[in-house]
């Protein structure tokens, strides 16, 4: 719903440093020689030249001496934080060049104050500028190659570029970690990059091959000399020695709307890591993943809440400051040689909104249910779709949920309005966080008795959030902007009679409709919850007083006509309703296709219906729209 009135209502400023459980941080062990380093790549090479004479030296005579800078960056304020994730970096927490010997949730650097945004790790190829505007540490330069690479594989593109766009017109991967355009449907898959500087990581593992050298080879002798033979990978004729392995495993979520069943998440992004050797994936739709690069000995494993329809954001107390700025994560783990095949992440259910796992539980829900919806939208012929998603979600700054689709109609005179109006009582910096990364879609985690709210009342709320986006992708940034200034002027819905209040009718019934339908196709198979959403198409009555209203168990009333809608596709009406019900031939498709620019109103969007689905019981639509105080 739409409920802008008191959306990030004043409250405590939730930057303020929260006491953090001691389970959720991270502990690093001692730095040790990173292999990659562009001074042992150097000797490795070196080595490896001695052995053999089949090299071409005159190939390698340009080979650049690094490849990436291993950079730290000290953000001082949310203004270069936001600089930073806009240039795309790939940005950790943690040292990457440091083994975890506690996997936490967040990592406290300890000669930073705890209440100091931490420092930011990533690797930028060194043919990339760095930021003017951001404190920033090279703490050495870096060599890397793609060692899987040979004459029958072209190597990858450099897993560490910057990429500005991020999701929703950046870069994304499918689940064998292929990389295509966000958004593009068909997917355009990347063969090589477009723009941007020349991709280093790709030249100099071409440069190599083309020189004879053996990139394995090159690799472990690189591991050697940097102390960790048990990473050099084993020739394929090797017996008795532990090979490299491929992670695979599982990505799955609890439900505890049917008895804590585990259900796959679907599309979500996936991230491996050992020192600088990243690779990226999804899962598919049963939640399995597969990676395309080899570990020998072990690797983290993170979750990203992302993929290239939606980018989900949270905002808690148990998160600190600076991770509002990046898509909400999973720290899955440190896994070891076996450990990283069969792996299950499951994400369980916590009473508590204010932690990392309640906002993590909800962030594969959310993600879920829009892969659901989309389903849904095709197999019921529905001609639309939606945009991409910014998607923030708080343990309790936001009060129920909101589409207002802010990033898509950034520009408008309407998204300053409702900022200025929305924000009051959020602190500063946290605000220029949320102008940064506007939100499409809001979602408060916290539901009755401050405990998270369950998975079947998530799902129904986002299904109607994302209807939401769905209707705006059809009727247009106009349309929007003023449904969304009526809801700031009025602070809400306003009356049946209030100048404007056409619009919410239209889009509110659209999005209860579409969230009740979804949801009781989703839990069809649990008798209580599939009744409730039944009831709550099914029973409602006409009311010119209140918007939405419960009744009784199972009887509604409201002026915002969403039974309406559900009265168009079935037989009959229950006579407590009073309403006069004797349509039942229009579809969900058939509904939608009234559904644009012009319906700003019950009457003009009742003749769009008729008018495009030719008239169809035209009598009957008349009186059972009347019927509704239309």
Known sequence: MLFFSILFACQEPVDKVQPLEEDFKTELGAIGQNPFSSDNMKAALESVLKKTSSVNGRTLADLPSTTHNYVRFAPQNEDQLITLHNYGYDLYDVPLDQDITNQGEFYQDPSLPPTAI???????????????????????????????????????????????????GGYCYDEYGQAYICGSEPRIY???????????????????IAAGVNLKELYNEAMKLSGHPEETIPDESSSGRTQSVNPYGYVRVTDNSTGNNLVPVKNVTVKTRRWFKLATTQTDASGYFYINKAYRQKANIVIKFRNDDITIRGISGALKFWEYAQALEKEAGLFSQAGLQGVNINLTYNSNADTYGALQWAAAHCINTLYEAKQYVWSNGIVGSYPYMNVWISSAVTQAASAPMLRSIAGTSAVNNTITYLLPGIAPAVKKLVENWLPDVTMRLQGAGSTTRNADRLSNTFYHEFAHGM?????????????????????????????????????ESWGNFIGGTFNRTKYSSNQAIFNFERDFLENQKRSDTYSIRQVSSTLY?????????????????????????????????????????????????????????SNLQSTQVNTLVTSYGY
Do not use: C
Not at 190 to 208: A, H, I, W
Not at 500 to 505: I, K, P
Not at 565 to 590: C, K, R, S
């Open 190 to 208: 990347l063969r090589v990059r477009s723009t941007g500087p020349e991709d280093l990581y790709k030249k100099v593992t071409l440069q190599l």
């Open 118 to 168: 931490t420092y930011q790790y990533t690797l930028v190829p060194s043919n990339y500028s760095l930021p003017t505007t951001v404190p920033y540490t090279v703490l050495y330069q870096v060599f890397l190659f793609d060692e899987t690479a040979g004459d029958q594989q072209d190597p990858d593109w450099d897993p560490w570029a910057p990429d500005p766009g991020g999701g929703g």
């Open 557 to 613: 009333e409201g002026w915002i006509p969403w039974g309406m809608l559900h009265d168009l596709t079935d037989t009959g009406e229950p006579t407590t309703t009073l309403i006069n019900d004797q349509v039942n031939g229009y579809t969900l498709a058939g509904i939608f296709r009234g559904f644009h620019s012009g319906s700003t109103t019950v009457q003009e969007l009742k003749n769009a219906i008729l008018v495009n689905n």
């Open 471 to 507: 209707h705006y992708d059809k009727v247009g940034n106009n349309y929007w902007a003023s449904y969304i200034a009526y809801i700031v002027l009025n602070g809400g819905y306003g009356n049946k009679t209030t100048s404007g209040s056409g619009r919410v009718a239209v889009g």
